[in-house]
């Protein structure tokens, strides 16, 4: 067996060296250099340079990957990056290696690892990155003592890491990033007390840090990015010497101001729960990278960075900062990636941003910026937002010549003009939409594809990481040389203070109403939002969300009450009716009812996002609906253009799901055609349908009518404020009927004080419907509008004036000229008999939803 096994190997070497051309004798067995033969000849390659690197006919240890030591004995370095190498490495070959210390078999195929890999106690530097190995980190890890880098990051080693790490007191390096770990940090690495750079991020780590992670005094660089880690800023505030700390998208909470100490450089906190207030934060001169995006920081942010002249990335979107002026930006000079979008910055911009020389990117969108676009330094700019504003006047023409060789750029929903003729008309219809003679714009979405999160001020942190890792392992191959003693920044902190309590009543008025939430502590109140449970919003979010129900924010004022829009915490879109009639239901019941209402969902009904019981006032909280409401688009503005009296028809942010569809067109789009507006009676019709006929018991809308119908981020009609009436009890239903001039059924018009009042039914509901049917084809308001008929007298309506034309088969002639032409006409002018039968006089002769919607499909036949 010994003879016949010697002769394999024999045979298996000869073939390897006759695939690589060469000729030289079979190594001795049980050597180092027969152990590497055989981990080249078992490991198979498809990279075309695999053959390249070596010389067979020399010894292994004159091959370029190889190292030994000076007795040309023993092999003590290993390093065979990207050649191609795949499938589990073999037993009895590299882990044979006994004095092996260095190894880097990065950016390969590997897939696995042999037993006796473990074995190699002599190592101290190992990089198994790149590559695809799939399995469990063993406790035998812990053998490897004298290791001082390891290197396992983007693989898919899965499970626990093992405590036994807590052998490697020498580690210095240790990077597992992009793995599928899945378990607590171990309690053993705060015995790895020689750490200098930690990489932890991409994986599935969960619960706390382990007590005294704060202990490991020397290390630089902390990354523990993308996991769901859960624990509080003070676990931090000890690691002293770190100049690089990115602890991104967990879930850790406390006052920020815990952090900044040290000679901290680069900083990434965002997609936390951090809060405090910014402004007793005493940011280091050292700082070069900031981001503390999508967190619960509030405070005044400029004055506090008055000090970072050396920073060149800031990030302080999404955060609960109080309304402030863009202003001191001037003294941050030296700054690449400015990102201030939901920030809460009012005012104009000002002309000092025009110093910003260095600027690549930047991002002032979702504020409350007025006035002009200053000019801005255009010779590094690449990337610029200025969307969802109240930005005003002509675009700079310096800009302007700019933007066909920017990366990105998004002027949508301001109140801007583009009136410039250079541009080609080609370049206008690719580039900009919305045009009309006052020259509104919005720019194409489909130019605005967002692109990875990791945008490019990120490379900075990363080059500056990848050039730490580059130093540290010069000082490991050069046996731990000389060493620079970093000199420590003592950052002087103020004392914390408790964040302001917000105390009430709080009472807020609008041009019709004055309304008052009976709140004593704002935080003390939960605002429930149904999908997001674990979110712990209350009503003090509410009030940041809308600046306090500024008037400003105010979007319509309807029966129920006003209706404002605001950005909650996290970048949630809502709008926030408060239902101020009062309720004759308890707080309990309320909450149940609303609850119930939170679950109807149809494509055709505006989603009901949660909601907040504030004393005796109920405030409903929706999704925003971007594209504004029926009656203002049909009657008041064309499709396009913006009214802050309408509680969607500003839109705010960009989607990033659909950015190849249109979000906003000219006047001259989509509801000029027939085959649209006969998209949104159908979707209308169906919404009525499923409230009649898809819910138990039934829901009953009660006030049908134009302004209750939305148009979505993709022009789908819903239809809002379904079941509200209820919460409210008779007294809101009495007001009801008597509301909504030019929508009322004539049941409760023929009514007279001494009769008992008419039972609201869904016949009710079909009458309002009909009148929106009317006016989809006839584009004429329900009251107070020109109906051309002698006959008629000033106290006419649209549904008696359609009526009598219809019953007289005279229905072409009073189809609006808009979509004249851009349909078959049989459609409408049975769309108008369809119409007729839903406002027939007695509800008995009025059609069910249900039979409605069919009706108007039947149209597509025609």
């Known amino acids: 067996m010994g003879f016949a096994l010697f002769a394999s190997i024999v045979v298996l070497t000869l073939f390897f060296r006759s695939n690589l051309g060469q000729q030289q004798e079979h190594p001795i067995p049980n050597t180092d250099e027969f152990f590497i033969s055989e981990f080249f000849n078992k490991m198979g390659s498809n990279s075309s340079s695999f053959s390249h690197i070596f010389n067979l006919s020399a010894h292994v240890c004159s091959w370029e990957v190889v190292f030994c030591d000076a007795d040309q004995e023993n092999v003590i370095g290993l390093i065979a990056t990207n050649l191609g190498l795949y499938g589990p490495i ?22 696995s690892l042999p037993s006796d890999f473990w074995s190699l106690s002599s190592l101290k530097s190992l990089n198994l990155s790149n590559n695809k190995i799939s399995m469990n980190l063993p406790t035998n890890i812990g053998n490897f003592v004298s290791l001082e880098k390891l290197d396992l990051s983007y693989n898919n080693f899965f499970g626990s890491l093992p405590d036994s790490i807590s052998s490697l007191t020498s580690l210095q390096i240790f990077n597992i990033n992009r793995n599928r770990f899945d378990s607590t940090v171990p309690l053993g690495i705060i015995r790895c007390h020689s750490l200098i750079f930690v990489d932890f991020s991409w994986n599935r780590f969960n619960g706390v840090l382990p007590v005294g992670f704060g202990s490991l005094s020397k290390l630089k660089s902390l990354n523990l990015a993308g996991n769901g880690l859960k624990g509080k800023a003070s676990d931090f505030k000890k690691l002293e010497s770190l100049t690089y700390l990115n602890i ?31 402004s007793q934060v005493n940011f280091s001169s050292h700082i070069v990278y900031l981001d503390l995006s999508d967190n619960k920081i509030s405070g005044k942010f400029f004055t506090s960075l008055s000090r970072t002249r050396n920073l060149k990335h800031l990030n302080l979107a999404k955060n609960r900062f109080l309304e402030q002026r863009l202003i001191n930006i001037n003294s941050l000079h030296s700054l690449e990636y400015l990102n201030l979008s939901h920030t809460n910055l009012v005012g104009r911009i000002s002309n000092d941003i025009s110093l910003l020389t260095r600027l690549k990117t930047l991002d002032l969108s979702s504020n409350h910026l007025s006035g002009k676009i200053p000019l801005l330094s255009l010779k590094t700019l690449q ?12 675009i700079p023409i310096s800009l302007l010549k700019k933007l ?86 003592a950052v002087k902190q103020d004392s914390c203070t408790e964040e302001q309590v917000m105390s009430g009543p709080f009472t807020f008025q609008t041009d019709s109403t004055t309304w008052e939430a009976n709140v004593k502590v704002a935080t003390s109140v939960p605002v429930v939002i149904f999908e997001k449970p674990l979110l712990n919003f209350t009503f003090s979010d509410l009030l940041l969300a809308t600046s306090n129900f500024d008037r400003d924010t105010l979007l319509a004022e309807g029966r129920f009450g006003p209706a404002y829009r605001g950005f909650l915490p996290g970048g949630i879109h809502v709008a ?6 009062g309720s004759t239901m308890t707080d309990q019941e309320a909450a149940r009812e609303l609850e119930h209402l939170g679950r109807i969902k149809h494509p055709n009904l505006v989603p009901l996002t949660g909601y907040c019981l504030a004393g005796e006032q109920r405030i409903a909280i929706y999704d925003y609906m971007e594209n504004g409401n029926l ?50 009676a159908l979707g209308t019709a169906r919404a ?29 009609p819903r239809l809002s404020d379904f079941g509200l009436s209820k919460i409210f009890g008779n007294d809101l239903e009495d007001e009801i009927t008597r509301g909504s001039p030019g929508y009322i059924p004539p049941e409760f018009l023929m009514q007279d004080e001494s009769s008992s009042p008419y039972v609201i039914t869904p016949k009710s509901d079909v009458f309002g419907f009909g009148v929106i049917l009317f006016e989809l084809i006839t584009g004429k308001k329900p009251v107070e509008d020109d109906y051309p008929d002698d006959n008629f007298s000033k106290d006419a309506n649209m549904v008696s004036w359609v009526r009598k034309l219809v019953k007289k088969n005279c229905g072409s002639q009073i189809i609006d000229p808009k979509i ?20 027939a006089d007695l509800p008995a002769k009025r059609p069910s939803m249900q039979q409605v919607v069919g009706l108007l499909k039947d149209l597509e036949q025609l």
């Open 90 to 111: 073999p037993d009895n070959t590299i882990g044979k290696l006994k004095k092996l210390q260095s190894l880097d078999l990065s950016s390969n195929n590997i897939t």
């Open 248 to 278: 991104s998208k967990n879930f850790f909470h406390g006052s920020v101001i815990e952090i900044f100490k040290g000679a901290l450089e680069v900083v990434d906190l965002s997609s936390n729960h951090f809060d405090g207030h910014i």
């Open 383 to 394: 990337n610029l937002d200025l969307s969802s504003n109240n930005l005003v006047g002509e």
């Open 404 to 489: 066909p060789w920017m990366e990105r750029f998004n002027f949508s929903y301001n109140n801007l003009t583009l009136c410039d003729s250079e541009f080609s008309p080609e370049t206008l219809k690719s580039a900009f939409i919305g045009s009309s003679h006052r020259c509104p714009i919005a720019a194409n979405p489909n130019l605005l594809k967002k692109k990875s999160h990791i945008h490019r001020g990120l490379e900075f942190a990363l080059a500056l990481t990848i050039s730490i890792i580059l130093f540290l392992v010069s000082l490991l191959l050069c046996i731990f040389g000389c060493r620079k003693e970093t000199e420590m920044w």
């Open 576 to 581: 926030v009716k408060v239902l101020v009639h």
């Open 631 to 680: 009656h203002s688009l049909l009657h008041d503005l064309p499709l396009g253009v913006q009214t802050t009296e309408d509680w969607t028809s500003d839109t705010w942010e960009v989607d990033e799901c659909n950015n190849n569809r249109i979000q906003n067109v000219g006047s001259e789009g989509l509801l000029t055609t027939w085959r649209f507006r006969h998209k949104v």
């Open 688 to 716: 009525l349908a499923f409230l009649h006929h898809g819910c138990s018991p039934p829901i009953l809308h009660r006030d049908v009518k134009a302004s209750s119908v939305y148009l979505d981020y993709n022009l789908e």
């Open 820 to 839: 004249r032409g851009t349909g078959t006409e049989g459609q409408m002018v049975e769309a108008l008999k369809i119409g007729y039968l839903c406002t």
